[in-house]
């Protein structure tokens, strides 16, 4: 169905956080948000606001950096990229579920379905997805090129999908918690949602 060419799409404000003692002290160049707003930016069709954030691995300055970005920047989706491994620096998971009302493990399952494509040390990772208040808050993987595959998911040649990537479910998430209808573009990520909840009106 063509999609009225009156139709508003509603501001996104999307806050993207990467985790890293050396990248925040500049020892290294961040590729985190770059691969973040890069991957989004093409996925996304609604306009975005971006909220950047670059920090240490450091448990409370992270809780601290989420609630902030939830609550006094008003972001309705949160991704973060690092600090998911077993090692003892990686405490993304533990700080995101200090401020989590409700967990959702199913993005971490599926994360890891998808990286165990390609490598066995991917069972080693732990990422998780969160509710807080009406925000949705997601924990990526560390390298550029994992964070598009999660995102996207897995095609044959045909551009089929193999394996879903998650942002196909973020944006009816969103919706659940009561924030605004994202719209994707289908040729970077087909969003799913049932028919009751799909909008064809155009918007005002």
């Given at each position: 169905?063509?999609?009225?060419?009156?139709?508003v799409l509603s501001r996104?404000?999307?806050?993207?956080?990467?985790?890293?003692?050396?990248?925040?002290?500049?020892?290294?160049?961040?590729?985190?948000?770059?691969?973040?707003?890069?991957?989004?930016g093409r996925a996304v069709?609604?306009?975005?606001?971006?909220?950047?954030?670059?920090?240490?691995?450091?448990?409370?300055?992270?809780?601290?950096?989420?609630?902030?970005?939830?609550?006094?920047?008003?972001?309705?989706?949160?991704?973060?990229?690092?600090?998911?491994?077993?090692?003892?620096?990686?405490?993304?998971?533990?700080?995101?579920?200090?401020?989590?009302?409700?967990?959702?493990?199913?993005?971490?399952?599926?994360?890891?379905?998808?990286?165990?494509?390609?490598?066995?040390?991917?069972?080693?990772?732990?990422?998780?997805?969160?509710?807080?208040?009406?925000?949705?808050?997601?924990?990526?993987?560390?390298?550029?090129?994992?964070?598009?595959?999660?995102?996207?998911?897995?095609?044959?040649?045909?551009?089929?999908?193999?394996?879903?990537?998650?942002?196909?479910?973020?944006?009816?998430?969103?919706?659940?918690?009561?924030?605004p209808y994202i719209e994707?573009?289908?040729?970077?990520?087909?969003?799913?949602?049932?028919?009751?909840?799909?909008?064809?009106?155009?918007?005002?």
């Amino acid at each position: 169905m063509t999609e009225p060419l009156d139709r508003v799409l509603s501001r996104v404000r999307i806050g993207v956080v990467s985790i890293s003692d050396r990248a925040s002290t500049g020892v290294y160049e961040d590729k985190g948000l770059p691969a973040l707003q890069d991957w989004l930016g093409r996925a996304v069709r609604n306009p975005v606001d971006w909220v950047p954030r670059l920090i240490p691995d450091e448990r409370a300055q992270i809780a601290q950096t989420l609630r902030g970005l939830v609550d006094d920047e008003h972001c309705d989706l949160v991704l973060t990229t690092g600090g998911t491994g077993p090692a003892p620096r990686d405490v993304t998971p533990e700080a995101t579920l200090d401020v989590a009302d409700k967990e959702l493990p199913g993005f971490g399952e599926q994360m890891r379905q998808i990286s165990l494509r390609f490598v066995p040390t991917a069972i080693l990772s732990r990422q998780t997805a969160v509710v807080r208040g009406k925000a949705l808050l997601i924990n990526l993987p560390g390298q550029p090129k994992s964070i598009a595959q999660t995102l996207q998911g897995l095609l044959d040649e045909s551009g089929r999908p193999v394996v879903q990537g998650i942002f196909a479910a973020v944006p009816y998430c969103v919706d659940l918690i009561g924030g605004p209808y994202i719209e994707t573009d289908p040729a970077v990520c087909a969003a799913f949602r049932p028919k009751s909840a799909q909008r064809t009106e155009p918007l005002a």
